[in-house]
Every structure is written in structure tokens, then in C-alpha cells.
């Protein structure tokens, strides 16, 4: 079996994992048909042939990339992406970027005067700590000592994130929360309203989510973990100005008797267990994963989509005109989308119910990602192989996940047919009783 595997290697999956063909259901490689359980295509869209026809169409009217900037002229797929991701979310505004960390970037400047320590799930603090570093590099504000600023919580853990501010936040200080709403490794869904929960101990608090591995894929329709989590979305991205708990205003209500407004207020002066509960909302999400186009997209009130194109001083680029026209198009297809999440949550269910039966522990949540651990590091990468000679494709990830050292993670695609996953659950089960 290993020299079956490393002339597998050798011949087609080890060329780089180059791929000869869309990333789809199945692919090609080194000239041969594989069933594809990488990536993150959930949807399908990103070889679906309206996209593409969509995306020729405007290279051929717009030319390839965008060849402007922001504070010049944005081209007219741009402005239809930003038109149609607000009609998506309901809000009044939305701003497309090139990518997560532009994205990143931009929400952290604009929201620099609403917190002093920031706190993140363990799993995507690598991203979030480049981030602080990069803006302190530059010269830029997240208020406080950047790196020393950002402080790592457990996993999807709000307990531990609850002994973390108690330990590491002070009195006068305001907690940001930084977390994925979807983990592209795991496939697990963030708790977010445990997590509000939390910060409601403390006062004036902020919760920012890249929700890039759930926008599209979950949620009633598609909005990601926060419509997951019965969120109201047109709440969400807007700035202190139109959010922010007014003591002023509430106490003219009760000007009959000055002495509540002057207890309120003293109240609200001793510390964080009388603080005014207080919670912003922030996300952004990528249109490159389930929605099958390119860049990142923040939608929300007029007001703070202003601030991020204020913001945006490190980076005028604006995404490729073709790609732009595609994710615009893929954005307006509501009826479409809403079909090709049926079709994927059927084959979330019937992968997982699947899995069940051969002993893994996958859970029933609608996450598109479905992660399993079986024995040893080794054992693993026997399954792996052996998948590969069968000509299915699932990814190895040489990470920590329920206290051993790798896992193997399957991604569920809506373009997956039963047969497709009756096969990936044969084989597995096969890797199992060799």
C-alpha cells in the first residue's frame, strides 16, 4: 500500500495537488477523475456555467482587472456587488475589499475607539495576531500595545473566555471579541449568543466575526451564523453614533425625578458589574468560499461603511472586474442559492447521519465542514492514502483536535450526489476494519 501511495503521489495527487479542473464535486488530477471533499465550494458556484458566462461577459466589456482605486472611479461590477450584498443582508450600505485581511484591517481601524483589549478564539489567533502586528507596523491604533493587547481564549469556550476577562481586562477597560463564525478547519459554529452573554457582564463590549465559512452556507437564508443564531442582521456594522446607549436621553424620560438619573448615573460609574449592557455587532464575510466569486464583503449602515472606505489608506485596490461581475451575479440568484442549500444541508445530514453509524462523534449541526479523528497520526494518513488510490480526495490537518495531533477533514459540497457520499462512507469504513 505505501508504494501504491507514493506512486500515487509521485504520478497525480503529489504534483502540488494541482488541479486540471474546477475544484468541484469531482476534479482532475495528473489526467484522472477524483471525487473532491477538499476545499470550500460549498455551494458549487464556483464552476457553475452562469457564473462563468457572467464573468466572460465582463472581461470582454470591462477587461480583466480593475485598473483603478477607490479614490478614483470604482468600476460598475463593484458598485452592483456592494448593491446587491446590502439588498442580501438588508442594510443600507456595503463595501467589497479584496480579502479577509484588507477586510480585517479596515474593521480594526474603524472600530479602534470602541475597545482596549481584544480577546480571540485560539483557533484563529494567528490570523487576528498578524493583524495587530501589521497595524502597529504601520503606525496604526487598536488601542493599546497591540500584540500585548490581544489575549487568547479556548476554543469556542465561553467559560474560558468568561475567566479571561475577569483576569486579564481592567476596570475602565472594554473588551473586543474576535472569533470566526464558521472555523474553516473544524467546521465548528462559534456560540455567539454565549458569547453576548458573556460580554453582557461587562459593560460596553464589541463582538467582530469573519464569518467567511458560513455566510452562504447556513442560516435560513444563507446570512450566515448570525441569521444561524436568529441575529437581526440590519442591526449589524453600524457605529457608536447610532448604537450607543444614550444616559443623557434615557434619564429625560424620567425627569419627574432627577434622583433616578442621579443614581443611574453613579451607578454607572462604579464598575463593570453596573455597567450599561451593551453589545456591537460586527462582521464580514467572504464571497470566495460558498458563494463561489472573490473578495470580502461588510455590509451595514451608511454611517460605518463610510468610516471603512475612510479607512481603506493602505489599500485602494479594488477586486478584477470579471470575478466582481460573477460574485455580483451569485449574489442576486436568492431563488437559485436557496435551492443549492437544501441540496447541501440533505448531504450534510446524510454524511453525518452516515458517519454516525461508523462510530464517529460529528454532531448534527448544518456546518458544511465536518471534521474526523481516527487513532493515530499514522493511522490517518493510511485512511488518507487509501482514499486517494480509491480516487477520493479528503484533507489531512496536522492540527490539535480532541487531544490527538491530526484529523481528517471532509468538505460537503451542494453538487455532491448520494453516490458521491455513499462512496466516501464505503471507503472510509473500509480504512476502518483494515
Not at 101 to 106: G, I, R, T
Amino acid at each position: 500500500m505505501n508504494v501504491g501511495f507514493a506512486n500515487t503521489l509521485k504520478n497525480d495527487v503529489g504534483k502540488a495537488f494541482r488541479l486540471e479542473a474546477p475544484p468541484d464535486a469531482t476534479t482532475t488530477i495528473g489526467g484522472k477523475s477524483y471525487v473532491y471533499f477538499g476545499g470550500d465550494g460549498y455551494l458549487g458556484l464556483q464552476s457553475d456555467p452562469s457564473m462563468i458566462s457572467v464573468a466572460c461577459r465582463a472581461a470582454l466589456k470591462y477587461g480583466l482587472g480593475a485598473a483603478t482605486s477607490r479614490n478614483c472611479l470604482t468600476s460598475a461590477p463593484v458598485q452592483e456587488v456592494e448593491q446587491n450584498a446590502a439588498k442580501f443582508f438588508g442594510t443600507s450600505s456595503a463595501y467589497y475589499a479584496l480579502d479577509e485581511a484588507n477586510m480585517a484591517d479596515l474593521f480594526l481601524s474603524a472600530t479602534s475607539n470602541s475597545f482596549e483589549r481584544a480577546f480571540v478564539d485560539e483557533e484563529c489567533f494567528s490570523f487576528w495576531n498578524s493583524r495587530f502586528r501589521r497595524l502597529s507596523n504601520v503606525g496604526g491604533k487598536s488601542n493599546g500595545d497591540s500584540v500585548k493587547s490581544l489575549v487568547s481564549f479556548k476554543h469556542c469556550d465561553p467559560g474560558d473566555l468568561r475567566e479571561k476577562l475577569d483576569k486579564e481586562l481592567a476596570l475602565d477597560e472594554r473588551p473586543l471579541v474576535l472569533t470566526d463564525g464558521v472555523f474553516a478547519k473544524l467546521g465548528t459554529i462559534a456560540p455567539l449568543r454565549d458569547y453576548e452573554n458573556v460580554l453582557k457582564e461587562y459593560g460596553e463590549s464589541s463582538l467582530l466575526i469573519d464569518d467567511s465559512h458560513g455566510f452562504g452556507a447556513i442560516g435560513a437564508n444563507g446570512r450566515g451564523s448570525l441569521e444561524f443564531y436568529n441575529y437581526d442582521l440590519t442591526q449589524i456594522n453600524q457605529t457608536g453614533n447610532e448604537i450607543k446607549f444614550d444616559l443623557q436621553d434615557d434619564c429625560s424620560l424620567f425627569v419627574a425625578d432627577s434622583r433616578f438619573c442621579n443614581s443611574l448615573k453613579e451607578r454607572n460609574s462604579i464598575g463593570k458589574q453596573t455597567k450599561a449592557s451593551q453589545t456591537s455587532i460586527y462582521m464580514f464575510a467572504s464571497l470566495a468560499k460558498a458563494f463561489g466569486g472573490f473578495g470580502v464583503i461588510a455590509a451595514g449602515s451608511d454611517l460605518f461603511i463610510e468610516k471603512l472606505m475612510e479607512y481603506n489608506q493602505t489599500s485602494y485596490s479594488v477586486p478584477p472586474n470579471a470575478i466582481a461581475a460573477a460574485s455580483a451575479y451569485s449574489l442576486s440568484q436568492i431563488e437559485k442559492l436557496q435551492k443549492l442549500r437544501r441540496r447541501l444541508q440533505e448531504n450534510v445530514h446524510n454524511l453525518k447521519t452516515g458517519l454516525s453509524k461508523l462510530g464517529y462523534d460529528v454532531g448534527n449541526s448544518p456546518s458544511p465542514i465536518v471534521v474526523i479523528q481516527a487513532g493515530t497520526v499514522q493511522n490517518m494518513r493510511r485512511i488518507q492514502a487509501e482514499l486517494e488510490l480509491e480516487r477520493i480526495i479528503v484533507s489531512f490537518l496536522p492540527t490539535r483536535f480532541k487531544n490527538a495531533r491530526g484529523a481528517l477533514r471532509i468538505a460537503v459540497f451542494a453538487s455532491h450526489t448520494p453516490e458521491n457520499i455513499d462512496m466516501l462512507l464505503t471507503s472510509l469504513n473500509r480504512g476502518l476494519n483494515h
